[in-house]
């Protein structure tokens, strides 16, 4: 991460030097120059600073970056510098000849040669490949409401999602008949404990939105602070811009986003810088990409409340309860019926017992519970089967009420979260 963030810094520094107000490849190309040398390149230096000269002056302009240009900053890390900086060089001073046969294929040139996609990015090294257009048949808005719904648990969550997407729909409907809209923003506030689904509904959102109309791909982009927050003035900025560039045309997923506000106003707090940019791009792309934001309800009530930005963009707010003991039941049968482990009636009753038993809430009433409580069975089932040296499959299939944890024992090393066996 060192020399990804050396390479950054440089470009930045390149960027206001020649007063750009865009970090572009050619920045990261002067930047890998500057950190690793031009031996072996057939482009030197001079050659680089020719090119940046013929770029418009804009002073004092606030400085964003393209999406080429971050995405080969992401590969800094993860490929040979120089192989980068030869690529990059390549791909910018010698671009493929565009043909008809090219655009219809995507610009799909030999597989050998380093083909450039349409931002600019070189296929064969950047990973993942970019997106590809969807031609297979499009979902439509019923099945995705249908895979919603069939979600265990989160009632108060599915009908509020439900009635959202109505009016969305709705809309799209008055607009086909040249009616005007109500005005409801795509940007949404998930409040609830870690585990309790909202990745999995964001994840739904993203196609629903695209089901409708309002997206174009609804692809989930899931970030948290370490994503979007740097350590120096000036790139936290960058850091979220090429979030949001990546994020563009679906939905941009901050999950406990509280944290941002936590350093807000701090001498070495850039969590404003961060809020700033997302606060400028919810408006000015408010009809290309969504952003949702999670944490716990009252930090996510603090933070909302921290900018009046942010308070005026989130208008509709779901919330994800804590699931009931018959909801942790189901979570559990589904991932054991998965596995392919039976459950008798007598092991699904001391199961529903340990459950009542332990109360999991908070960070543990969600569905890491289950998950963790049937990997501890599991575990105990082929412990028990080793010891009886019974290590056939008809021995490993099948869970024992002796599988299910002394609750007492969990319950206390469940106060401290430090110590906590079997669950996180």
Excluded: W
Excluded at 61 to 67: D, F, G, H, R, T
Excluded at 78 to 92: F, K, N, S
Excluded at 221 to 240: H, K, M, N, P
């Amino acid at each position: 991460m060192k020399l990804r963030k050396d390479i950054e810094q440089t470009a930045i520094e390149v960027c206001k030097r020649h007063s750009h107000a865009e970090i572009t490849e050619l920045h990261v190309l002067r930047a890998l120059h500057s950190k690793i040398g031009s031996a072996g390149s057939e482009y030197t230096t001079k050659i680089i600073d020719k090119e940046l000269d013929k770029i418009p002056v804009i002073r004092n302009a606030s400085i964003s970056i393209n999406l080429a240009a971050s995405r080969y900053l992401d590969l800094v890390d993860v490929e040979d510098p120089a192989q980068l900086r030869d690529a990059i060089a390549e791909a910018y001073f010698n671009p493929p000849e565009v043909t008809d046969n090219s655009l219809e294929n995507g610009n799909n040139l030999d597989s050998d040669a380093p083909g450039l996609n349409n931002d600019g990015v070189i296929e064969d090294i950047y990973k993942p490949k970019p997106k590809k257009p969807n031609t297979g048949k499009a979902e439509s808005l019923e099945s995705v409401l249908n895979e919603l719904n069939s979600l265990i648990g989160l009632s108060k969550a599915k009908e509020q999602v439900n009635a959202f997407i109505a009016v969305h729909n709705v809309n799209k409907i008055r607009k086909s008949q040249n009616q005007a809209p109500i005005s409801v923003g795509l940007h949404l506030v998930f409040t609830g404990s870690p585990g309790t689904g909202k990745t999995t509904v964001a994840r739904l959102i993203g196609r629903l939105y695209k089901a409708i109309g309002l997206l174009d791909s609804g692809e989930l982009i899931e970030v948290d602070r370490s994503d979007l927050i740097a350590g120096f003035v000036g790139q936290t900025a960058l850091r979220t811009q090429m979030k949001i560039a990546e994020a563009d045309g679906g939905v941009l997923f901050i999950d406990e986003a509280y944290s941002l506000s936590a350093d807000t106003g701090s001498e070495h707090g850039f969590g404003d810088e961060a809020i700033a940019t997302l606060v400028k791009a919810m408006e000015d792309k408010r009809d290309r990409f969504a952003v949702i934001v999670a944490g716990y309800s009252e930090d996510m009530d603090k933070f909302i409340k921290s900018n009046k930005g942010l308070k005026s963009r989130f208008q509709t707010f779901i919330e994800f309860e804590d699931y009931s003991v018959d909801e942790l039941m189901q979570i559990f049968k589904s991932i054991a019926n998965t596995s392919q482990v039976e459950c008798t009636d007598e092991v699904d009753q001391a199961i529903r017992e340990y459950i009542v038993k332990v109360k999991p809430s908070g960070e543990d009433g969600n569905g890491r519970f289950a998950r963790n409580l049937f990997e501890k069975m599991f575990q105990n089932l082929t412990t028990r089967a080793m010891a009886a040296r019974s290590m056939e499959s008809a021995n490993l299939n099948t869970f024992a009420v002796a599988d299910v944890p002394d609750s007492k024992e969990s319950s206390s090393k469940n106060n401290d979260p430090k110590i906590s066996f079997g669950f996180s």
